[in-house]
């Protein structure tokens, strides 16, 4: 018999840095919006491959909207960690922070969510965790993860906009 595992979002928690440097950036000296997102992809698979303990690849990335932009010599931190898990895939999200190292002032700069599915030794979709949450703000995540799911999937071609019952749900 098959039991299901299960873990906490902490323990996928990933904290990234990485320092803005002149070849990370654009001809305003701000970190390039394809550089973050690089390093959001790296920072988001750690967290999922560690959730799951097994070799994950991008699935889905959803909408980045960029709120301050992160400037040369700034110190960038990526947050990840999974939200929610489905049976082969997981739902990341991310936080991004930047900050002035002269002046200590910690900005935030944007965040997404990102989807990974786990993978074996043959390149297979393998089953994962079931996540259990443990604060407010999991919680939060956790149930709006289904709604992003099916936006996903409906955006993918994937679902039919009729079978989304959740979305559905917010608008009757």
């Known amino acids: 018999m098959d039991t299901i595992r299960t873990k906490t979002s902490s323990e996928s928690s990933v904290i990234m840095t990485e320092l803005v440097l002149p070849n990370d950036t654009n ?10 997102m690089y390093w959001m992809d790296i920072a988001s698979a750690l967290a999922a ?33 999974v939200t929610r898990s489905f049976n082969t895939s997981m739902e990341v999200h991310m936080k991004v922070w930047g900050e002035n190292l002269q002046t200590q002032v910690k900005y935030k700069s944007n965040e997404a969510y990102y989807t990974f599915v786990a993978l074996d030794a043959n390149n297979s979709p393998i089953r994962v965790p079931q996540l259990k949450t ?3 703000e999991e919680v939060r995540l956790y149930d709006g993860a289904l709604r992003r799911r099916q936006l996903r999937l409906i955006l993918g071609g994937k679902m039919k906009p009729e079978e989304a019952q959740e979305l559905k749900a917010l608008f009757s």
């Open 49 to 81: 491959s560690k959730f799951c303990n097994s070799p994950v690849v991008t699935a889905s990335v959803d909408n980045i909207s960029f709120e301050a932009p992160i400037k040369l010599g700034n110190v960038v931190y990526i947050e990840a960690r």
């Open 27 to 36: 001809v305003f000296g701000n970190l390039m919006g394809g550089r973050l």
């Open 134 to 136: 443990e604060t407010d």
